[in-house]
């Protein structure tokens, strides 16, 4: 994060960050520099340290610069997608014979990735409930190199103490990674709390309109972020400019958006938990969730994420589901419009018959910015 940010309030660092007038015209939104080469000025005279979309574009490069400063780290890069980010991630800080510590209910797609790639080239994992710190100090061993936090995570709502785990991963020598997905730079600072990389699926509330697919990874070492970003050049999976410019454009209006998600949800728990057919709300906004009080403690607020239990078992979460109308029934989440989706079939299908299986009753929200009556009576209508 460059110093100039550095004193402002996060609204608005999320809307100055890397957005530079441009110099040419004074346009105040960067453009979209849609080219894939650039003029030399003499053999390796480079205009601004530009030579290939690969290694460096000026619309990524405001990205990056915005996303550091969202999360108080000193290197952001953005990718094709979160998977791509961490795909990037665990080649840059692993060898075959490493082993990582993963959550036992991580995302699905990091659970295949760990599961069936990173596997396969020499890499173990063990799983821990990252909820709870004894869990998670007995399952690193002696080649430990890596611990995998989400928080909240996917799609169960564990919160995990992020300064708990990176005092564990301190005394071990060992990397802290939070995905931060589920929360967002504005509800959640994990650097700041002693993590070592943030991971983000940048398709989700930073984009925050379902029109773009992303990822990015920032760290506050310095370091550490020249050894991602040689790995990003060298593997390429890097976010085009396109991509970039349509994230950007979200995040300015990230802080108003996420307040608005917590504002809804709060009120559609307040109805789930007295409604006779919802048998458990997972939400960390609720004094009885178990993380609550560290939710609270680490978070602005509790997120625009739900997750609950029917009556009826698989097939009545499934026709919840169906019958929704303004939810639309979709996977993905953090986007302005309301979406439902059964994760045991949809999102974590990957995870069934492992340790991270979900609950066959569970339904997941992602609740959106509409008014929050007509999201109320949708609802109603889809239990019945």
Not at 86 to 106: F, K, M, Q, S, Y
Not at 330 to 348: A, Q
Not at 358 to 377: Q, Y
Request: glycine share 10%; charged share 20%.
């Amino acid at each position: 994060m460059s110093d100039q940010h550095s004193h402002q309030n996060f609204e608005t660092r999320a809307i100055h960050a890397g957005n530079t007038a441009d110099p040419l015209t004074g346009a105040v939104v960067p453009p979209i520099y849609q080219v894939s080469t650039y003029k030399q000025d003499g053999v390796g005279g480079l205009r601004g340290g530009y030579e290939y979309s690969r290694s460096a574009n000026p619309t990524r490069t405001a990205l990056e610069e915005n996303l550091a400063a969202l999360e108080g780290g000193r290197r952001g890069l953005a990718f094709a997608s979160g998977l791509a980010a961490e795909d990037c991630l665990l080649r840059t800080l692993l060898a075959p014979g490493d082993h990582v510590v993963i959550p036992n209910d991580a995302y699905g797609g990091t659970f295949r990735l760990f599961a069936k790639v990173v596997e396969r080239w020499g890499v173990d994992f063990s799983v821990a409930n990252t909820s709870d710190i004894d869990s998670v100090r007995d399952a690193v061993n002696d080649r430990t190199k890596l611990i995998w936090v989400e928080t909240p995570s996917n799609p169960l709502l564990g919160i995990t103490d992020i300064e708990a785990v990176a005092g564990v991963a301190r005394q071990a020598g060992v990397k802290l990674v939070v995905d931060n997905t589920f929360a967002s730079p504005y509800l959640q600072q994990p650097l700041a709390l002693g993590a070592d990389v943030v991971v983000h699926s940048l398709t989700k509330y930073m984009g925050g309109h379902s029109d773009v697919v992303g990822g990015a990874l920032v760290t506050a070492d310095e370091a550490l972020g020249e050894e991602l970003a040689y790995h990003q050049n060298a593997m390429g999976a890097v976010a085009g400019p396109f991509d970039s410019w349509i994230v950007l454009r979200g995040i300015k209006t990230l802080a108003v958006r996420m307040d608005r998600h917590s504002e809804n949800a709060t009120k559609i728990v307040e109805m789930l938990t007295q409604h006779p057919k919802v048998t458990q709300v997972l939400y960390p906004g609720l004094p009885e969730h178990p993380g609550h009080e560290v939710a609270a403690k680490q978070m602005r607020s509790f997120g625009g994420m739900i997750s609950f239990r029917v009556e009826g078992g698989e097939a009545a979460a499934v026709e919840v589901c169906n019958r929704a109308q303004l939810f639309t029934l979709g996977e993905s989440l953090g986007g302005v419009e309301s979406l439902i989706e059964h994760p045991g079939r949809m999102t974590h299908a990957s995870v069934a018959g492992s340790a991270l299986e979900v609950p066959a009753d569970l339904v997941r929200l992602s609740v959106g910015i509409e008014n929050v009556e007509d999201l109320l009576a949708d609802l109603r209508q889809a239990l019945g």
